[in-house]
């Protein structure tokens, strides 16, 4: 066991745990981003990473590789501008931008599908199916437009589903 009388005052074993604690709090300090130090560059490998896979999100993947950019800092390298998507790095400005304009877009094309589904529900209580059938394939198209599949395919099976309940039945 060492002798921490030779070494000075505060360097017992009890002092250990403080020296420790204190300089965490300098790395600590050190390592903010007040102090004005670059942060590195989020890859966008990390960002996908750190969000949850769900349908909202969906559309994000096209939004962060159009706010990416290849790593200034990989240029010097041959590989550097032929680097993957992953490596691309977020431009933290133009994904704001970016995401304010996406934002809007689906605020607009959630109000027409509630719109849609409110004309379907009238017109199926008020009799007409088959207007409301039309609808539903409208619905499905635009979501086909909008690449979103699994909600094209639903509008389109519910839309047969209802077309079948409206047909003659037969023997």
């Known amino acids: 066991m060492p002798d921490f009388r030779a070494m000075g005052p505060g360097t017992g074993p009890r002092f250990r745990g ?11 300090a050190i390592m903010t981003p007040e102090t004005g130090a670059p942060t590195p ?3 966008l490998e990390r960002a996908l990473a750190l969000l949850p896979e769900v349908g909202e999100l969906r559309s994000l993947l096209s939004i962060l590789v159009t706010a990416s950019a290849p790593d200034p800092a990989r240029k010097w390298s041959g590989s550097g501008e032929l680097g993957g998507v992953a490596d691309r ?4 400005g133009a994904l704001g931008d970016r995401l304010r304009e996406h934002a809007s877009t689906e605020a607009s094309r959630l109000a027409g599908l509630l719109e849609r589904t409110g004309a379907i529900i009238r017109l199926v209580a ?3 199916r088959a207007e409301a059938v039309e609808e539903m394939l409208r ?3 635009d979501e086909e437009e ?6 094209a395919e639903a509008w389109y099976m ?3 589903d209802l077309a079948r309940e409206a047909a ?3 023997i």
């Open 126 to 128: 008020q009799g007409d």
């Open 18 to 28: 403080l020296r420790v604690a204190c300089s965490l709090q300098r790395l600590a």
């Open 139 to 141: 619905q499905g198209h």
């Open 89 to 92: 790095v977020i431009d933290p």
């Open 41 to 43: 560059p989020l890859r």
């Open 168 to 170: 003659p039945a037969r």
């Open 158 to 160: 519910a839309a047969n």
């Open 146 to 151: 909008g690449n979103r599949l699994s909600e």
